[in-house]
């Protein structure tokens, strides 16, 4: 396969006879040539990966993931309050005026208000027909009064806390 016309060359690297390709080097020590002009890249480690594998890191995530899920449990019942709709303004067989109902809807914010950790300070909401503010009974469960159930033809108009729905007595 060779021609003997052409004188037989070598590489200069290894020695190994090149079949009159002229040139210096073989295929495989121009490949090995170019490989050493490449640059290992050294790996990065993350900076905390050291950390996170002592125990004391461990601990530490630990207590964080501890933590933000006693977050989640504390704050479960006030994210099921907040998709909740307010009841009905009105579950009996009671007629009432439109001041009556008014009132009735009053007692209803207030009791929401409530519910999601209001004092009842501030702006004070007042009875439609009596022009008064309500009569808030402080304690662990508030009960949130009428001042002037008789204006409305009950003996008393009130609501609590825990137990938000406006209750209507009468004589």
Known sequence: ???????????QRCGNPMAGEGKAYCRQCLIDQA??????TAVE??????????????IVMGLIVLACAA???????RTL???????PVR??????DA???????????????FQQGGTGVGQPIVCPA?????VITPGPNPEIRCPDPGAHGFREILTSKKNPVPELKRD
């Open 130 to 134: 009596s022009g008064k503010p309500y």
């Open 91 to 96: 579950t009996g067989s009671y007629a009432t």
């Open 45 to 58: 480690t993350p900076k905390f990966k050291p950390w996170r594998d002592t125990s004391g890191g461990k």
């Open 35 to 40: 490989e050493s002009h490449i640059r290992d």
């Open 1 to 11: 396969m060779t021609d003997p016309n052409k004188p037989e060359t070598f590489c």
């Open 81 to 87: 309050t907040a998709f909740k709709t307010l009841k």
């Open 99 to 113: 001041a009556t109902d008014q009132c009735l809807k009053n007692l209803w914010r207030l009791a929401h208000d």
């Open 71 to 77: 977050t989640v449990v504390y704050q479960t019942p």
